[in-house]
């Protein structure tokens, strides 16, 4: 399998006005090619941090990421990022939404286009693409922001929490249609939750993390068979007897605590 | 979500009738009471003085406003309303223009606006109209002093205005183009200042009042027409039925360039996106969408 990101031995300290704060310490792992991997890690355990390093928002105190065999210095054009809230502009249509990536990398030409149509006619946005986001539901917003995000081509899509804005319910349906789209176009996919059970029903692979400092404690490589040839969904993996087990592992490594103040 | 049911065709209930009657009823209401308001207090203004209750020379009276306003007419009343217009309209675009590039400029530098912050606050603080003199000197006696200063007046919130929208612009939505690496350039265009629309508009509703109040104060200091001009010529010479007339259309002036403004801005925000147009009185606003 072609390795897609290579993270180095990456540590992130903070310089705050009453000291340092180490929110990542030692980090290394590798994404591969149409892989969905997940990080799992309790709050504050810099997570989201580790995402904006690798997108090349961040710089690391130390050590270096590789997409591609290139090392990232500035904000890759290689990586596709998607924010917890779908963050489409109120005031452009979904079509103008969608294409907002491809008009700041200037490259909105016939064959991106194409695409972009391509992508929103498969994906049911194409009778939407002249309203306006105050118009769509949560589910379809997001959608059009992952759209807009796969506009570019991205060799690998960074998930910050993606789903974490929206209610219970839109949140499994919204979980299903990513997944669907993200096999389908066969993205690499790095995504970071604090939600175990979605880790489970989505990733091939979660790392765990430990408290801050974020350290690695494990990471599972996830089994599910595959029901003729195609792999489970993630509703259909949350019925599946390994999905308790998984769960269970990764609770206990996560190690929880209500602490008593 | 529920549907807010508007289709043609369909029949309204009798609750739905019933809350619409109520509420066009208020309206009216209010309404009513708005101009009835107004009508009293010209009436009681006007019989007062006829009673001879207050001193018409120091009070004035409608009817004898109503007299001059139509007097002034050979007297070049447009003219006056004219240059004042002019003056104001010329100064609030100076304002406007300005107050967003000095805005801008300090969004881009963080460095920038923090050396400028307390200048910005002390020059904010400064009362613009003891200026006035300072301004005569430099610029020269003539409309080019009244623009100036309401160019000062309305300078300094504007730049305030503006920085702080742009400050308060949702990191979300900048952190979600820098992923696309986008310059501070094409972040300022495709996200600070079109969310920044509703900043701007009320920056220049509050703008076109303090640009008049720029314009009469520097017409009070120097100037051969205008609003300003004809009220401290009907005090120095106590008309007061001058100075009441005077007012009463300033007053009118005053309504229709914040009307003009409110205008442009329903035109523009509909131009730009439908979604603020789209809530009338009728409706609620919409959250979320219809599932």
């Known amino acids: 399998m072609r390795e897609i990101v290579r993270l180095e031995n990456l540590d992130e300290i903070y ?45 690391p105190t130390h050590g270096t990421v590789w997409i591609g065999g290139e090392p990232v210095n500035g904000v890759s054009d290689k990586i596709g990022y998607m924010l917890q809230k779908d963050s489409l502009l109120e005031w452009r249509s979904i079509y103008r939404n969608v294409l907002l990536g491809l008009e700041i990398r200037g490259l909105v030409c016939e064959e991106t286009v194409r695409y972009v149509d391509h992508l929103l006619t498969t994906y049911g946005l194409h009778d939407f693409r002249d309203k306006y986001p105050s118009q769509l539901s949560g589910g379809m917003r997001q959608r059009a922001a992952l759209i807009r995000t796969l ?31 993200l096999q389908q176009e066969r993205v690499t996919t790095l995504m970071v939750t604090h939600d175990i059970s979605e880790a489970i029903s989505m990733c091939d692979r979660v790392v765990v993390l430990s408290a801050r400092p974020g350290r690695i404690r494990q990471i599972h490589t996830l089994r599910f068979p595959t029901g003729d ?31 008593d103040q | 979500m529920w549907k807010i049911s508007k289709e043609p065709g369909r029949t309204v209930s009798a609750e739905r009738q019933i809350y619409l009657a109520r509420r066009r009823r208020d309206r009216v209401l209010v309404r009513i009471c708005q101009l009835s308001g107004v009508v009293v207090l010209f009436a009681l203004w006007e019989l007062l003085g006829r009673l001879g209750i207050i001193d ?39 304002g406007f223009l300005l107050g967003n590039l000095l805005a801008t400029l300090l969004w881009w530098s963080d ?70 690496g986008a310059s501070k350039w094409q972040t300022f265009q495709t996200v600070v ?14 703008n076109i009042g303090l640009s008049l109040v720029g314009v009469i104060a520097g017409e009070f200091l120097v100037s051969k027409a ?23 259309i ?17 035109f523009v925000i509909r131009a730009v996106s439908h979604i603020h147009s789209r809530r009338g009185p009728e409706e609620p606003a919409p959250s979320g969408g219809n599932r």
């Open chain 1, 151 to 181: 506009a570019v081509r991205p060799d690998l899509l960074l998930l910050d929490e993606a789903f974490s804005a929206l209610d219970y319910q839109t949140r499994l349906a919204v979980t299903e249609d990513v997944c669907r789209i």
């Open chain 2, 111 to 180: 460095f920038l606006s923090r050396v400028a912050a307390p200048y910005l606050v002390v020059l904010n603080a400064l009362p613009k109209i003891a200026l006035g003199p300072v301004i005569i000197i430099w610029v020269g006696a003539g409309m080019q002093a009244i623009i100036v200063m309401a160019l000062a007046i309305s300078l300094i919130v504007t730049v305030l205005e503006m920085l702080n929208g742009f400050c308060s612009t949702d990191p979300e939505l900048i952190k979600m183009v820098r992923t696309f």
């Open chain 2, 250 to 266: 300033l007053l009118v002036v005053a309504a229709l360039l914040y009307w003009g403004v409110s205008l442009l801005e329903r």
């Open chain 2, 56 to 94: 018409t020379f120091i009070m004035s009276q409608p009817s004898r406003m109503l007299e001059t306003l139509f007097h002034l007419r050979e007297n070049q009343l447009l003219t006056h309303v004219g240059v004042t217009c002019l003056e104001t309209l010329v100064g609030f675009s100076l």
């Open chain 2, 193 to 206: 200042y079109p969310a920044n629309l509703h900043t701007l508009f009320n920056s220049l509703k509050v």
């Open chain 1, 15 to 59: 310089q705050a006005e009453n000291g340092e704060i180490t929110a990542l310490e030692g980090i290394s792992f590798s994404v591969y090619e149409g892989e969905l991997l997940g990080i799992v890690g309790p709050s504050g355990c810099g997570k989201s941090t580790l995402l904006s390093i690798v997108s090349g928002l961040v710089q």
């Open chain 1, 229 to 259: 040839g195609q792999p489970l969904s993630p509703l259909e993996r949350r019925s599946h007897e390994n999905f308790k087990t998984y769960f269970n592992t990764i609770w206990k490594e996560l190690d929880v605590h209500v602490e």
């Open chain 2, 226 to 248: 205008g609003l300003g001009y004809l009220i401290v010529y009907g005090g120095q010479v106590f008309q007061m039925d001058l100075v009441m007339t005077s007012v009463l």
